[in-house]
């Protein structure tokens, strides 16, 4: 009777996350476009039904939600879903949709879109040659197999996510990094603008009154036809015509000057939207997050250099050391295990809730960037494979902020994995993905000055 209960509650909440996934795809993703294909919209649901539900049974590890039997279970099923939708059904369908967009291979779509298929799975067993997730105690197509690719290729994508994200969320923040910008430099860039529209609109005049000129003289309609025609036109051209073209180069060459004043115009304009927002208290109060999130940019780098140079990595949650750290040096009585369930609780909720709204945030950006009519339901399926990874793999990294008891059961589910691996390679890209950044910006606000100071 309680394994029915524990069921139903999974189920409608898994009804709710798909409702939610829905709703998202009509309102966010596809808002501009026509849904021409429900089955894309349904995957993207389910995608984000059984990742949500993930971090679901997390909440209810911690919280001892649910028999331990019927959690196990639902691990089980679930992970067993979301493998199968991401290593199977997503990557036909992506490439079904591929196949389709081509008319020369339309009527074989479904022998190509299998062929592609068994050309994904190719590379994507092929990717646990160069890793250590190798186990020969499972089947080829057990949980363990297919999570341990999954995994790197989730965590691949969380580090360069996190890397960026560490260093560029302070940069965005912090007033110290705004550049000075005055209303005598958007006058000034105004100006060079106003001129450059027009010099571009007096050559154009001067483009209309020669062609006018040459078609009252008879040059445009007066060509000499025949062989010896067209070799007299190659050889020889009129005055007129040298003028167009080289007036039609300048053009040109202002219509792209003008185009980069504009961009730099509203970049100022922006900017100085910024300066006068940091000085309320909301831009006050994201200026001191941002020097909280440069302190930690800082502390995350230095200690994913030392688990890389010392290959370390911590067996105990970070919750539990710190609390330990904290009681040992201050001499006080104080109930550790029970204080860091509580606060780990808490850590790891947060952590669910802003990685999912941060990915949200994330995709929909992207596919505005880059998405059209034809592209979309590719773009579309791409964006799942991309969460349920994402998730997946959140959940093979959250279980180092848990306490060890609340371990079990993910761990049982998950498998033999070489859990540090995941770790260790987490740090290395988040390592290389924050220097990158790091270079990359500082570079990027090297440079704004100077062009802006450019006559």
């Given at each position: 009777m309680s394994f029915l209960i524990d069921s139903s509650i999974m189920i409608t909440s898994q009804i709710l996350f798909f409702g939610f996934g829905w709703l998202f795809f009509m309102r966010q993703l596809f808002k501009?476009?026509?849904?021409?294909?429900?089955?894309?919209?349904?995957?993207?649901?389910?995608?984000?039904?059984?990742?949500?539900?993930?971090?679901?049974l997390i909440i209810f590890e911690i919280l001892k939600v649910l028999n331990s039997s019927s959690r196990y279970f639902h691990w089980k099923m679930n992970l067993c879903v979301i493998l199968l939708i991401l290593v199977f059904m997503v990557p036909f369908y992506i490439g079904y949709f591929i196949v389709s967009n081509i008319r020369l291979l339309h009527r074989q779509r479904l022998l190509f879109s299998c062929l592609l298929w068994l050309t994904f799975m190719y590379f994507f067993w092929k990717l646990g040659d160069p890793?250590?997730?190798?186990?020969?105690?499972?089947?080829?197509?057990?949980?363990?197999?297919?999570?341990?690719?999954?995994?790197?290729?989730?965590?691949?994508?969380?580090?360069?996510?996190?890397?960026?994200?560490?260093?560029?969320?302070?940069?965005?923040y912090m007033?110290?990094?705004?550049?000075?910008?005055?209303?005598?430099?958007?006058?000034?860039?105004?100006?060079?603008?106003?001129?450059?529209?027009?010099?571009?609109?007096?050559?154009?005049?001067?483009?209309?009154?020669?062609?006018?000129?040459?078609?009252?003289?008879?040059?445009?309609?007066?060509?000499?036809?025949?062989?010896?025609?067209?070799?007299?036109?190659?050889?020889?051209?009129?005055?007129?015509?040298?003028?167009?073209?080289?007036?039609q180069?300048?053009?040109?060459?202002?219509?792209?000057?003008?185009?980069?004043?504009?961009?730099?115009?509203?970049d100022l304009y922006a900017t100085k939207e910024r300066i006068e927002y940091s000085k309320t208290f909301k831009g006050k109060y994201f200026n001191f997050l941002g020097y909280f999130f440069s302190i930690y940019c800082v502390w995350k780098i230095f200690m994913a250099t030392i688990n890389i140079v010392f290959d370390r990595v911590g067996k105990t949650d970070p919750v539990t050391?710190?609390?330990?750290?904290?009681?040992?040096?201050?001499?006080?009585?104080?109930?550790?295990?029970?204080?860091?369930?509580?606060?780990?609780?808490?850590?790891?909720?947060?952590?669910?809730?802003?990685?999912?709204?941060?990915?949200?945030?994330?995709?929909?950006?992207?596919?505005y960037a880059i998405s059209s009519s034809k592209s979309s339901n590719v773009i579309v399926l791409l964006l799942a494979q991309i969460m349920g990874m994402y998730f997946v793999s959140s959940v093979l990294l959250i279980r180092m902020s848990m306490p060890l008891e609340y371990r079990t059961i993910?761990?049982?589910?998950?498998?033999?994995?070489?859990?540090?691996?995941?770790?260790?390679?987490?740090?290395?890209?988040?390592?290389?993905?924050?220097?990158?950044?790091?270079?990359?910006?500082?570079?990027?606000?090297?440079?704004?000055p100077e062009k802006h100071m450019a006559p």
């Open positions: 501009d476009y026509e849904v021409r294909q429900y089955v894309v919209q349904v995957i993207f649901s389910v995608t984000f039904a059984f990742s949500c539900t993930m971090f679901e890793f250590p997730i190798l186990s020969p105690k499972h089947g080829i197509l057990s949980i363990e197999q297919l999570i341990s690719r999954v995994g790197v290729i989730g965590v691949t994508l969380m580090a360069l996510l996190s890397g960026f994200g560490a260093v560029n969320c302070p940069y965005t007033s110290y990094f705004l550049r000075n910008v005055t209303d005598a430099d958007i006058l000034a860039l105004e100006r060079r603008l106003l001129q450059t529209m027009d010099m571009i609109i007096s050559k154009k005049k001067r483009m209309a009154m020669t062609r006018r000129t040459m078609f009252q003289k008879g040059e445009v309609h007066n060509k000499p036809s025949g062989f010896w025609g067209m070799i007299k036109s190659v050889t020889t051209s009129a005055p007129g015509s040298e003028n167009l073209t080289l007036i180069q300048e053009v040109d060459a202002l219509e792209e000057l003008s185009r980069q004043l504009f961009l730099e115009t509203a050391r710190g609390i330990e750290i904290t009681v040992n040096y201050l001499g006080i009585q104080f109930d550790v295990k029970f204080w860091s369930q509580h606060i780990s609780f808490i850590l790891v909720g947060i952590i669910i809730v802003t990685s999912i709204r941060g990915l949200l945030i994330t995709l929909t950006k992207f596919f993910i761990t049982e589910v998950l498998g033999e994995l070489q859990f540090n691996f995941y770790h260790r390679w987490f740090d290395v890209i988040f390592l290389v993905s924050a220097l990158s950044s790091i270079l990359f910006l500082y570079l990027a606000h090297k440079q704004a």
